[in-house]
Structure formats: C-alpha cells, structure tokens
C-alpha cells in the first residue's frame, strides 16, 4: 500500500509584508552582501510564495549604512538618513537579483526617485503587482529623514492591506532583554502593542509601534536564520512573539 504525502498546511494569511534586516543579507561577512545568504532567503520567500500569499518585503541597510550611528559620530542627521535609504535600495536590488534568478517575478519600488533602478513607490500600482502575483520590494523608507525602515514597513503593509507584519530577526521573539548577553532573559509568547511601549522593548520604534496599535494591524517576531521559518509562520505554527 503506498505510502499517503502529508499534506502541506494551508496559509493563515492571504497578504504579508516581511520585514527583513540589513544585517540579515551579510550572514557571517560582518559587512556587505553574503550571495548565499541572499539565495536562502529568496528560497524561503519563493516557499510562501508558491502557497499564493501576496508577498511585500521591506529591507533595512544596516549591513552598509547606519544613519542614526553616523549622525551621533557628527553627520548631519537628515544627510545620514539619506545615504541610508540609498543603501536600502542596494539591498533591495539584491534580493529581487536572488529571486528572479530562481523563478520569482519582482519589482522594486522606491521612495526616492532612481528611473534607471527601480519603479517610484505609487500605491495603487503596487496593489495592482500583488494581484498580478510579483512579490513587491519597497525600497528608500519612507523618503523622509527620521523615520527608520520599520516605521517604513508598517506604513506600507497598512497603505498594500497587508495581514500582519513578520519581523525576520536573529533571535526567537522577543525577550525581556538582550538574550545573547544575558542568559536570564525571559521569552514573551505574546504582548500587546501597549506593553512593548510602556516597557520599552526592542522590537520596533514607538512610531512603527504606535502605528501598528492604532491600525490593529498584528507582528509577528520571529528567527530567520532557522530555513523555512517564514513558511511555519504563515501556516499559522506557533513559533516566535506575536505583537497585537
């Protein structure tokens, strides 16, 4: 009697917006762009992909430019800012490079304008490419200093309808304090927007944190570096902090 293939789990979410790290794409480099790592991570979002999820990513650049460090060392703030939306959009020509290279249809989208790189970032045009079944890379953060690429990617995951936001980190939720230097730290299963405010915790800025609560828009925390994570979070398996 053959053996029965079990059955995939079906997705809880119909849109989702990833928010992925700069640090996420240098792997063990320390710096830049690991092409490997780049690879990984296009495999796991063609996997969701593949279960016909509407996919909008959103990428930080800490792996090349830090703008709020580089003000605190002395550069204009606003200019820093800047150059750290240039580097967002570097990121995001990585990894749309990863996934078309193994099948998946992109289209990148700035805030700031670059013609020769990338589509300007209009609303209804980006909805129309989700329909048309392209995962869509927001790039350049919101194209204004002072807002950091998570309030970015909760701006857009509520303009696109977006289900819920995933935060791809390094750790497994989100922790009372810094787990990798204090062994101690304890792990939420859950919080609500308002404690991680009032007792500020590192997920997100309180701008990205104060719109999410206000649009009831729910965030997911979880590990990246652990392949097909992404994929047991949008089937609904209870893995990493959820925010709500």
Partial sequence: MAKQKP????????????????????????YGVDPEVATSIAEQIKEIFDLKIDVACVIGAGNIFRGLQASQAGMDRSTADYIGMLATIIN??????????IGVPTRVQSAIDVQELAEPYIRRRAIRHLEKRRVIIFAGGTGNPYFTTDTAATLRAIEIGADVILKATKVDGVYTSDPVKNKNAKKFKSLHYIDVLRKRL????????SLCMDNKLPLIVFNLTKHGNIRRVVTGENIGTRVH
Wanted: net charge positive.
């Fill in 7 to 30: 059955q995939r789990k079906k997705p809880v979410y119909k849109r989702i917006l990833l928010k992925l790290s700069g640090e996420a794409l240098q792997g063990k480099l320390g």
């Fill in 202 to 209: 590192k997920v997100m800025d309180s701008t990205a944190i």
């Fill in 92 to 101: 995001s020509m990585v990894l749309q490079d990863a996934l078309e290279k």
